[in-house]
């Protein structure tokens, strides 16, 4: 039977990879998250007949917690994992819509928020790729899953000027290097480590823009449409996560291994 360990599944992305691959009764799935009981009820009632679902709450910025979370999915999992997907992180709202220039007229906030998304993006999935390896070693399919993004590809920023999100960029630019990384290890034990932008997805993180916002939004759309003629606007997680898994399942490590790709299983964005 695969098996997934899977961060932040209260919503969004982390849910829709819950529903999906827990709808075959084959594979077991386990989903992290920060706060158990409201994603307890929403499995109760909308998965109740899934059975191969288990929820562990850990905070992934508390050591010990990780720590916990990984030896009860052990002990779920029998000794073992064939993918571990780092979902979970923090898309902040400060940086959503200004540019790094701009965010510097506010020090204090900006050092705050800096370090939060660090944290949160960067160190916690460190922790998390190092206290699952264990189980991934006894796995099958051996494969760790950074959900990344194209905001981490200085290239996209320069080429098409995208300055927004300086702070949630640079932190998925230090994720795709840290995978990376970890490929660079562990190539000779036969795991895979690989960053995977899910595209533009709706998952409301826009929801509560001013006009003033969403205009310089619709600005940064129309660059979009500028890189990719076809864009039409964003995905559905339904299918952003289908095309995700896809690439997923056709992965391997000497032809994936410490890549960063797009949920095409290229560089192509959107």
């Not at 599944?9 to 009764?25: A, I, T, Y």
């Not at 898994?245 to 560089?267: C, I, P, Q, R, Y």
């Amino acid at each position: 039977m695969p098996s997934y360990v899977i961060t932040g599944v209260s919503k969004g992305l982390g849910w829709e990879f819950m529903d999906q691959l827990s709808s075959d009764p084959n594979n077991t799935v386990v989903g992290i998250i920060r706060n158990k009981p409201p994603t307890a009820e929403r499995v109760a009632n909308e998965l109740a007949d899934r059975k191969n679902i288990t929820l562990l709450q850990a905070d992934l910025t508390n050591y010990d917690a990780t720590k916990k979370a990984a030896e009860d999915a052990g002990r779920i999992l029998g000794g073992k994992l064939d993918t571990l997907i780092a979902n979970a992180g923090y898309v902040p709202q400060f940086d959503a819509y200004d540019g790094i220039g701009t965010l510097g007229a506010k020090p204090e906030e900006l050092t705050q928020e800096f370090w939060k998304v660090v944290n949160i993006n960067v160190l916690a999935n460190i922790h998390l790729y190092n206290l699952f390896l264990p189980l991934i070693f006894k796995g099958n399919d051996k494969k760790v899953i950074c959900i990344s993004s194209a905001q981490g590809d200085p290239d996209w920023a320069k080429d098409y000027e995208i300055d927004v999100a300086a702070l949630y960029s640079a932190s998925k630019a230090a994720m795709n290097m840290i995978t990376s990384k970890f490929h660079a290890q562990y190539k000779k034990d036969g795991i895979l480590f690989m960053g995977i932008c899910p595209g533009m997805v709706d998952v409301g993180h826009f929801s509560s823009a001013t006009p003033e916002q969403m205009e310089g939004l619709q600005g940064m759309l129309k660059r979009f449409s500028v890189y990719s003629p076809n864009f039409k606007g964003p995905d559905t997680p339904h299918d952003s996560i289908k095309a995700v898994m896809k690439v997923v399942n056709n992965s391997t490590v000497e032809k994936d291994g410490g890549a960063f790709l797009s949920h095409f299983g290229n560089k192509q964005w959107i």
